[in-house]
């Protein structure tokens, strides 16, 4: 499977005799360049929160991803905004139900999957909220909160067995 999302590349840009290295990032469908000096805590600790999406979005299957975001991203095209949130909450429910079956279909035969489907639909939920979550629940999305249930939630599906 292929990350459509998350993909790193380093570039080095001349300013007269002097060179800048930078690093393009795509994330969610945009990007976005984040020099790679470390110019305040606040980006050192978004691309550590970066660091731990990336992480928990290899447990989903790239394709829930890409689907997600492509539609969720025509979300704003809509033009009755009183059924934007609708389709929102479609998009998601959708998802999160293809996940476990998408990965049940491409899982071995005879091998254990049980803890995989339930730590990946898991995964989705976490990542929907962290990614998407100002738009699915604005009264409850906190940009804290979702950072501190992203760590914590890579630090414990870390030792879950997943039995692929």
């Known amino acids: 499977m292929s990350r459509l999302f998350y993909e790193k590349t380093k570039t080095t840009i001349q300013y007269g ?11 969610f469908g945009e ?7 470390k110019d305040t805590e606040g980006s050192e600790n978004e691309n550590r929160v970066n660091g731990y999406l990336e992480k928990i979005s290899r447990l989903i299957p790239s394709e829930i991803i890409a689907g997600y975001l492509a539609m969720f ?4 095209l809509i033009e009755k905004e009183d059924v934007r949130g609708y389709v929102i909450w479609i998009i998601f429910i959708m998802c999160l ?18 803890n995989h489907l339930l730590v990946s639909s898991l995964a989705f939920i976490i990542w929907a909220y962290v990614t998407t979550g100002m738009k699915l629940v604005p009264e409850l999305y906190d940009a804290a909160a979702a950072s ?17």
């Open 97 to 114: 139900i293809l996940t476990p079956i998408y990965l049940n279909k491409q899982a071995e035969k005879g091998k254990p999957k049980i």
């Open 17 to 27: 005799n002097s060179s800048l290295d930078e690093i393009e990032e795509e994330t």
């Open 31 to 37: 990007v976005k360049t984040v020099s790679n000096k």
């Open 148 to 164: 501190i249930v992203l760590v914590a939630f890579s630090l414990i599906s870390a030792v879950v067995p997943l039995n692929k």
């Open 73 to 76: 991203g025509f979300v704003p």
